[in-house]
């Protein structure tokens, strides 16, 4: 997303999930603790990208820090 604006996000409230999720020209950096929503916001915008804005999904790479959150994206 050349030139897309940065927003930083600290809580993943259901605005910033429906944000995240929704607003597709804008790259996001979600720094939250643990249990707040990131993972769902990922796979909500991934999903987005592909049925959304059309993006091939096999454009799409998806990386997490954590096995249990791995899991969640497949």
Do not use: N, P, Q, W
């Amino acid at each position: 997303m050349s030139g897309a604006s940065s927003t930083a996000t600290t809580l993943v409230d259901d605005e910033a999930r429906r944000r995240i999720a929704t607003d597709l020209g804008t790259t996001f950096v979600v720094e939250a603790a643990a249990g707040t929503g990131k993972t769902t916001a990922l796979v909500a915008r991934i999903a987005g990208l592909v049925c959304d804005a059309g993006v091939d999904i096999a454009h799409v790479v998806a990386a997490s820090f954590t096995e249990r959150a791995s899991g969640e994206i497949v």
